[in-house]
């Protein structure tokens, strides 16, 4: 069975411009969810989807990030325009059991995005 | 809010060394606990988990954690570390949030393990 898979695992850009990140969560998994961790920080909750709707988005730092989950399957959180501080590694997982607690989130290798 | 506060940012250990590290949460209500484990090049894996029955829960390659509710903690142990532990660690609290579950971590502490 694949796991989460993220694309792209490495991404340089320049400030001002404009960047997608794809994640495609483990099939039949209805929860996914974006992290980022800047260095040497926690890693930090970003948002929630659940099937293609948006139940937490509560840690998204600004209205220039963007996540959609069209059709409830990949996700992809575009950053536009990007700013030094969007540097980091941004992770996705993913988790069956909606609204349950005893359920274990896979994660994916992450995205390190770099603004230069 | 939830939080989750791990007490070492870095640990530097020989071989065969006894190794506890601690993690702290705040949430008054049902949780669940993780640790997972970040090897260099690699993605986060879950080490172990705690969702309820026997406070002392036993991981992957002979890690334990054990859960004090009284004291909100949830410390991983390992009784001798092998270099192959160099890594780093993340503690985190499943808490319930609006309904659904929210997985909050710690900041992570960076373990090396000398042979």
């Known amino acids: 069975e694949a796991g989460v898979t993220q694309f792209p695992s490495h991404s340089v850009i320049e400030k001002g411009q404009t960047v997608t990140l794809r994640c495609d969560p483990i099939s039949g998994h209805d929860n996914l969810y974006w992290y980022r961790r800047v260095m040497g920080k926690e890693i930090k909750f970003l948002l929630h989807f659940v099937k293609e709707s948006k139940q937490d988005e509560s840690g998204m730092p600004n209205n220039r990030f963007l996540a959609e989950r069209t059709g409830g399957t990949y996700s992809t959180l575009k950053v536009q325009p990007a700013e030094l501080e969007d540097s980091g590694v941004y992770f996705c997982?993913?988790?069956?059991?909606?609204?349950?607690?005893?359920?274990?989130?896979?994660f994916g290798q992450g995205t390190r995005l770099t603004v230069v | 809010a939830q939080s989750v506060s791990q007490h070492n940012h870095h640990v530097i250990l020989s071989e065969a060394a006894s190794l506890e590290l601690g993690c702290n949460y705040s949430?008054?209500?049902?949780?669940?606990l993780f640790w997972y484990v970040q090897y260099p090049g690699q993605h986060l894996q879950l080490l172990l988990k705690?969702?309820?029955?026997?406070?002392l829960v036993k991981g992957i390659k002979g890690f334990e954690a054990e859960f004090i509710k009284s004291k909100f903690s949830f410390n991983l142990r390992k009784p001798s570390v092998q270099w192959s532990d160099t890594a780093e660690y993340f503690c985190?609290?499943?808490?319930?949030?609006?309904?659904?579950?929210?997985?909050?971590f710690g900041a992570g502490t960076r373990l090396a393990v000398h042979p």
């Open positions: 949430y008054g209500g049902t949780v669940n």
């Open positions: 705690y969702f309820s029955g026997d406070p």
């Open positions: 985190a609290v499943n808490a319930r949030s609006g309904g659904y579950n929210k997985l909050i």
């Open positions: 997982a993913s988790s069956q059991g909606v609204g349950q607690l005893n359920t274990e989130a896979f």
